[in-house]
């Protein structure tokens, strides 16, 4: 097989159901998702070099597996095409953090990103989701597509936020406070 087809030499590329071009608003949108998704794996590898993170590891490649589904749910081109993101993910993600919230430790201050090797690649993954998070924002002022990927993406960037600071916690790197920073959470309800 072949990896080059010739194909998009002029600018254009396959959708599911038809062609666009290469800067229309859905491929941006899961192109975007396909650069997280590369991210998100650098920080599973990472990840699974430390035993105290093995699970979060796993979780990052189902991650991985469900950034896939978000962009086949971007890439048709008709309407109607069966959806392969539902509620579910997104409250799986909501649990998971909960669970790295309450774990690491108590949060005043912003912080800056940084810490642990993988605290930080998680840290680019959060940041490159609120890429792809606005992109599919655009996207979706032009083309009807499945509200539950803005959703699960608006989640995610959040659940790496939560997954980086417990990284820290895990490993015994403190997170970086931005300096600057005024106490701008409040503090937790432990009744």
Known sequence: ????????DKGQTSLIGGRVRKDDSRVEAYGTLDELNS?????AAEAAKHEALSALAEQLIEIQQ???????DLAYSQEGAPLKINAEPAL???RSMDEYT???????KFILPGGSSVSSMLHVCRTVCRRAERAIVTMMDEHDKNP???????????FFFAAARLANARL???DTEYIR????FRKRDKG
């Open 148 to 158: 539950e990927v803005l959703v699960y993406v608006n989640r995610l960037s959040d």
């Open 102 to 108: 309450n774990e690491a430790p108590e949060i005043t």
């Open 172 to 174: 015994n790197v403190p």
């Open 181 to 184: 920073s005024a106490e701008v």
């Open 66 to 72: 469900e950034l896939f589904d978000c962009g086949s």
């Open 1 to 8: 097989m072949r990896l080059y087809t010739k194909s998009g």
């Open 92 to 94: 799986r993600l909501e």
């Open 39 to 43: 991210f998100v794996g650098l920080a």
